[in-house]
């Protein structure tokens, strides 16, 4: 990643703020790059240890290709190069933690009003909907696509403009303490928690230790900052001791802000929201279901406690923009399709099937892939995901990958015909279920694809050929 930070850095200045040692002559950069191939001659280069790759491997590069000033761990310099001792360089015990300490700098000088997202599902459509709302009336800067961990959020405070007055922050974490790191990195002046699901139960054992991992977000918000969550969700509310001013959400009349009178048509869910003597009435939202509506809620909550008008928040809303793998509902050769294959867990699956049934058509298809994270209980959820499905009245269920079985026994537990069962556990292999959906698709179907990001499901969808046939399969 390449950015360009908010001011001209000198070496000095990167080593006062980071706490490292500065070596060779003085130098200066306003851009700052952790990939060696984007590097362009001026800039910082940032040497980072990742899962497959040590950025220290490309220093030499790095040098070669006019890097202004190196930030490198102490330990992890190749030395090949006679006048290394020459080049402007800061020797840091770790590199992403500088990069924090920098972002934290940049947070504290810029200013800006920070608002950070977390929950178990629905955050990056949160905070697309937050900043594409707020940008209508604030300068605002967000985090991009999903770069939620320490390293992301560290990047995107440096990329932030100095003329920002809205920051909107997406966070993410597996483990306890992680999100404790980040709320102190951002120091939230409005915090919200989306929902507790069963996302990362396998690291952290249960919802009540996901909403206390979750909860850490509020441990280091400024003074009488907004805290938003859902209503009907008790293991989300504000420990006393926090000092946040609570808002409920999107579960009913008793919140805050609440959404009621919803429909959808087609990619769209067309609903009422209240809050207080606001109401917005049939707001169209991108995106099908219920889900979308809660989203939706936190940013018309926000955005009128920021004091923005109706149509301010109206038109952010629907110009908020969507992600291609996120849930999306297109005509492909006469079959509907819900293309969802950025992310699954229980809660999601769920409201998928919602989606699903819900849309109008011949026969309703779901080939659902692994959920990951969830340890030791990946059995449970999978086969009870299978069962609510075919509770639901779902006419064919292919599975693609090893946990995904589950998805069939639960199914056929539930009384799924096992003619109507289609499995596939090699997700390597996305062409057999191609041939699968192949025999059975015809003209008026709606096929829904879900799975986890790290299996590609729109792998299968990218092999489908354009028309399917109209007239067979009729079983």
């Known amino acids: 990643m390449r950015i360009r930070l908010d001011h001209t850095y000198s070496a000095s200045e990167i080593a006062k703020l980071t706490g490292g040692t500065k070596v060779g002559p003085e130098a200066f950069s306003a851009f700052l790059s952790t990939d060696s191939r984007e590097m362009v001659a001026g800039d910082i280069f940032v040497a980072l240890r990742g899962e497959n790759n040590d950025g220290h491997a490309f220093l030499p590069e790095a040098m070669r290709r006019g890097a202004a000033i190196l930030l490198r761990e102490e330990d992890g310099?190749?030395?090949?190069?006679?006048?290394?001792?020459?080049?402007?360089?800061?020797?840091?015990p770790d590199t992403t933690k500088a990069l924090a300490d920098l972002g934290r700098a940049a947070r504290m000088r810029i200013a800006p009003t920070v608002i950070a997202i977390t929950g178990s599902v629905g955050k990056t459509t949160t905070k697309n909907m937050v900043?594409?709302?707020?940008?209508?009336?604030?300068?605002?800067?967000?985090?991009?696509?999903?770069?939620?961990?320490?390293?992301g959020t560290a990047l995107t405070l440096l990329a932030m403009p100095a003329d920002t007055e809205i920051l909107v922050v997406e966070l993410g974490m597996n483990h306890r303490g992680e999100m404790a790191e980040l709320?102190?990195?951002?120091?939230?002046?409005?915090?919200?928690?989306?929902?507790?699901?069963?996302?990362?139960i396998g690291n952290l054992g249960s919802r009540s230790n996901i909403a206390a991992a979750k909860l850490e977000i509020l441990l280091s918000c400024t003074p009488g900052a907004l805290y938003l969550y859902p209503g009907n969700e008790p293991l989300l509310c504000p420990p006393c001791q926090t000092g946040v001013t609570p808002m409920t959400v999107s579960s009913g009349p008793r919140d805050t802000c609440y959404w009621e009178n919803l429909h959808t048509e087609g990619n769209l869910t067309v609903t009422d929201i209240r809050m207080g003597e606001h109401i917005f009435r049939s707001l169209p939202l991108p995106g099908a279901g219920a889900h979308i509506a809660s989203c939706s809620c936190f940013a018309v909550a926000i955005g009128v406690t920021l004091g923005l008008t109706e149509n301010e928040i109206r038109t952010g809303l629907t110009?908020?923009?969507?992600?291609?793998?996120?849930?999306?509902?297109?005509?492909q050769g006469g079959v509907c399709i819900i293309r969802d294959c950025y992310n699954a867990s229980p809660e999601s699956m769920t409201a998928a099937c919602g989606v699903l049934m819900q849309t109008p058509g011949r026969r309703h298809v779901a080939l659902l892939g692994d959920m990951l994270e969830l340890g030791s209980q990946t059995r449970r959820f999978h086969e009870e995901i299978g069962a609510h499905f075919a509770s639901a009245g779902?006419?064919?269920?292919?599975?693609?990958?090893?946990?995904?079985?589950?998805?069939?026994?639960?199914?056929?537990?539930a009384g799924m015909p096992a003619t109507h069962i289609l499995q596939n556990a090699d997700p390597n292999r996305p062409e057999i279920s191609v041939q699968q959906l192949e025999n059975i698709l015809c003209s008026g179907d709606v096929l829904l694809v879900k799975a986890s990001r790290a299996l590609a499901a729109e792998r299968i969808l990218a092999l489908l050929p354009d028309h399917f046939p109209s007239e067979r399969n009729l079983l």
Do not use: E, W
Request: glycine share 6%; hydrophobic share 40%.
């Open 131 to 151: 900043a594409s709302v707020l940008g209508m009336h604030y300068r605002t800067h967000a985090t991009p696509q999903n770069h939620n961990n320490l390293l």
């Open 183 to 200: 709320s102190s990195l951002v120091q939230p002046d409005i915090a919200v928690i989306t929902n507790i699901g069963s996302a990362h």
């Open 319 to 331: 110009r908020c923009p969507t992600d291609a793998l996120r849930q999306n509902i297109y005509q």
């Open 394 to 413: 779902l006419d064919f269920l292919l599975t693609f990958g090893v946990a995904a079985g589950n998805f069939a026994t639960g199914a056929a537990a």
């Open 77 to 92: 310099y190749i030395k090949d190069h006679k006048k290394d001792n020459d080049f402007p360089m800061i020797l840091l």
